[in-house]
């Protein structure tokens, strides 16, 4: 037997798991990213080591800010229909 969900409730959920599977791949990809270029960088010029530029900083920090928009859109903006009540109101202050 089906039980009725909140359609409100329920997209907030769905953007909240979506949230920790994008902050998981984030993780993920990313220290793989490290670890390839520690691996490239020690193991195949080890006497040049401290002059390679970690390029790793980059994708994370790209990716980075797109994590952080997600985060803030999901957790700190509340809903859509929060939003909307709120954008009325101030309307309605002003008419």
């Given at each position: 037997?089906?039980?009725q969900h909140?359609?409100?409730?329920?997209k907030q959920?769905?953007?909240r798991v979506g949230f920790r599977?994008?902050?998981?791949?984030?993780l993920i990809v990313n220290?793989?990213?490290w670890l390839i270029w520690a691996v490239s960088t020690f193991t195949?010029?080890?006497i040049r080591a401290n002059f390679f530029f970690p390029w790793p900083i980059f994708p994370m920090l790209?990716?980075?800010i797109g994590l952080a928009s997600h985060y803030f859109t999901v957790f700190r903006r509340g809903s859509e229909r929060d939003?909307?009540?709120?954008e009325y109101q101030k309307l309605a202050r002003h008419y």
């Open positions: 037997m089906e039980t909140d359609p409100i409730l329920w959920a769905k953007a599977m994008h902050l998981r791949s984030y220290a793989g990213l195949f010029h080890p790209g990716w980075g939003m909307i009540e709120e």
